[in-house]
Nanobody, 116 residues
Framework: QVQLVESGGGLVQPGGSLRLSCAAS????????MGWYRQPPGKQRELVAT???????NYAGSVKGRFTISRDNAKNTVYLQMNSLKPEDTALYYC??????????WGQGTQVTVSS
């Protein structure tokens, strides 16, 4: 079993920045993909960014150039640095870990609200 604990959400003004963190614990073996997804109000969950243990990244087009994903493999922690935030970035942000068997684990989510 794997547990994911997110932190760092909150309320920020347009143009501001936030940094999300997600610490994974439990039965983590071998290569995996950690990342962030988000669910805006009234919409479906969508990909934000992912990062493999090998360092390959994937970003949603809407966040490229503004968000940066990084990870500390020794700590099993993934980060999402969000800059130039827009009101449309408002969502519940979920941490995800996909293990080598392609099984998905999810965090409980952290709210990000971008509003003046």
């Amino acid at each position: 079993q794997v547990q994911l604990v997110e932190s760092g959400g909150g309320l920020v003004q347009p143009g501001g920045s936030l940094r999300l963190s997600c610490a994974a614990s439990g039965s983590i073996f071998g290569s995996n993909v950690m990342g962030w997804y988000r669910q805006p109000p009234g919409k479906q969950r969508e990909l934000v960014a992912t990062l493999t243990t090998g360092g390959s990244t994937n970003y949603a087009g809407s966040v490229k150039g503004r968000f940066t994903i990084s990870r500390d493999n020794a700590k099993n922690t993934v980060y999402l640095q969000m800059n130039s935030l827009k009101p449309e970035d408002t969502a519940l942000y979920y941490c995800n870990l996909r293990n080598s068997f392609r099984f998905d684990y999810w965090g409980q989510g952290t709210q990000v609200t971008v509003s003046s």
